[in-house]
């Protein structure tokens, strides 16, 4: 997964978009833009790293103050990126922050797979009770956003393990962001069919 949380994916009935949403994938997407800037400006892994953990963290303190609460995605997100790239400053060696990806994707595929074996659809909370489908819409839901996660921190691996620096952080900034947000506009039709009308 990127930086950032992506935003909760569209809800099938939803009216009219919430200017709150805009507002946090703003705040979230902040880091990310930093750490590209940063990166193509210093031309330093060291300084992009250093930028994004603080930015990340403005964007942690933003969100709080905006909305008094911090999903947990960018939570996690935020005390991986504050460890790898901290090490990756502390040990002046980058590939602590290439793995970045990696770990915060195997930690959500490890969290929704736990889900789904003690047969708790966690990726409920993602979407903030603004989602009401069936068992077997969230049993679908997570099985794929799990595969997905698996998926991303295997493209994370092969691409800096494989590639030049510069490759690695257009793919971060260009790459993770897009794939995820065309991933979750594709489960709209899933959302859609398993949806739970509201009572009226």
Do not use: C
Not at 86 to 115: H, Q, Y
Not at 122 to 130: C, P, Y
Not at 187 to 200: F, I, K, N, Y
Request: hydrophobic share 55%; charged share 15%; net charge positive.
């Amino acid at each position: 997964m990127s930086d950032i949380n992506p935003g909760t994916p569209p809800s099938p009935d939803a009216q009219r978009p919430d200017p709150n949403s805009l507002i946090k994938f703003m705040i979230e997407l902040a880091p990310l833009i930093v750490f590209f800037a940063a990166y193509k400006t210093q031309g330093s892994i060291q300084m992009a790293t250093g930028a994004i953990i603080l930015a990340t963290l403005v964007s942690l303190l933003a969100s709080w103050l905006l909305f008094k609460k911090v999903a947990i995605m960018p939570v996690v997100t935020a005390a991986v990126v504050s460890i790898f790239g901290g090490l990756t400053l502390w040990l002046d060696d980058p590939t602590f922050f290439f793995r970045k990806p990696t770990i915060v994707n195997l930690i959500f595929a490890a969290i929704l797979g736990f889900g789904l074996a003690t047969g708790r659809p966690l990726v409920k909370r993602l979407f903030d009770g603004q989602l009401k489908l069936t068992d077997e819409g969230w049993h679908k839901l997570t099985v794929r956003w799990t595969v997905f996660f698996l998926a991303m921190a295997g493209l994370n691996e092969i691409v800096w393990r494989n590639f030049a620096e510069t490759t690695w952080v257009n793919f971060k900034v260009f790459g993770i962001l897009p794939m995820t947000l065309l991933f979750a506009i594709a489960q709209v039709g899933l959302m859609s069919r398993h949806a739970v009308p509201d009572e009226t």
